[in-house]
């Protein structure tokens, strides 16, 4: 299609104004502008199939080129490789550099005393044991209820 949704609003307000002059001269001016309101939506209307029929005239081998666009990016699709790469040899310096400081500051004999304190801290997790409801007395269920309610 030929142009923008614009086109169609600048057409109705050209209609609105067209059959708003014509009818203020024999008729009430809220007529006038009834009358001009539903101008301005049938032109706005209008415009779509003047938009299509200019877009038409203007270019009539749009498909076509739309088309054969279509199949030259579909024919050209997968046929080049980009082999280039960008340049971050210097991060990758930088990131060897501080594992290399750090491994020389670092003596592998305390890593291994580390590890072993960190096993000996390890405790595992000792969840507590769910109560059966069924076990429970009536006593018991009644102040569990009204703990949770907030009695």
């Known amino acids: 299609m030929f142009g923008t949704w614009r086109w169609n609003l600048s ?3 050209f209609g609105f ?3 708003m002059l014509f009818s203020l001269t024999n008729n009430p001016l809220i007529t006038s502008l009834i009358r001009g309101t539903y101008a301005l939506i049938t032109f706005f209307l209008l415009a779509y199939p003047v938009r299509l029929v200019c ?9 076509e080129e739309n088309a054969s666009q279509l199949d030259a990016d579909q024919s050209l ?3 080049n490789v980009n082999l280039v790469t960008p340049d971050e040899d210097e991060d990758l310096n930088e990131v060897l550099r501080a594992q290399i400081a750090q491994t020389k ?3 592998p004999i305390d890593e291994v005393k580390g590890a072993q304190d960190l096993s000996q801290h390890f405790q595992p997790l000792k969840p507590t044991q769910l109560v059966n409801t069924d076990k429970m007395e009536s006593e018991e269920l009644t102040k569990v209820i009204r703990h949770l309610t907030g009695e």
């Open 17 to 19: 104004f067209l059959i």
């Open 55 to 63: 877009g038409v005239i203007i270019n009539p081998n749009q498909k």
């Open 11 to 13: 057409f109705g307000i």
């Open 105 to 107: 500051a670092s003596n």
């Open 77 to 79: 699709k997968g046929t």
